[in-house]
């Protein structure tokens, strides 16, 4: 018995350190790659839900990336005031929001979220849409290669062609190319605060027919990208 629990225990530690290389290796890539797919796209193409776009039965994708100099700084400044305003300054976690999120949580107030852009660039790329300590345990571990291995400015760039403006709706470019019939370099303030303002939830939250809580969104957004301002963004 003990030889065979000697035995299982190395076959997964070889597993676990294999498992380690790999996704080193993959992270690595990614500084001079960008990922043909990715763990959220294809969760969507396998398993679309009920109001994706859908042709012949076929799930219908939009997306086509875009270098991080091109994209407006408009954008970049809106996601970093909506969904992470400490990027440029944490290793990959917020952990202040993190306490508040679980304080939050544990009274029974509505669950808050506290994932930061690198945590949720890993989850775009790596991982599939449920909730356990499984999955956010893989995350956390992406996150950490995430940030080590690459800089904030390639994150941001990863985030912002990988991340669902909308159902089927991927990236920025593609994201401004539908929304506003240009492309992401030239999307205004407004524009950009539109786009950031549904990404907490875009089967939710619309951009062009937006909820009185998505136009109140929009502005709260906009003012915290103008206390912001540009030396928010991340430098190479």
Partial sequence: MKRIFTYLLKKILWLLLGAGLISILLVTSLQVINPPTWGWKLQRQIMPPDNFPDTKGTAQIQHQWLVGEKISSNMKLAVIAAEDQLFSQHSGFDFDSILMALDSNAQGKPVRGASTISQQTAKNLFLWPSK??????????????????????????????????????????AASQHYFHKSAAKLTHNEAARLAAVLPNPYRYHVQQPSQYTRKRVRWIEQQMRQLSLAALPKR
């Fill in 132 to 173: 356990s300590l499984v999955r956010k345990g893989i995350e956390a571990w992406f996150t950490i290669l995430l940030e080590v291995l690459l800089d904030k400015s390639r994150i941001l760039e990863l985030y912002l062609n990988l991340v669902e403006f909308g159902p089927g709706i991927f990236g920025v470019e």
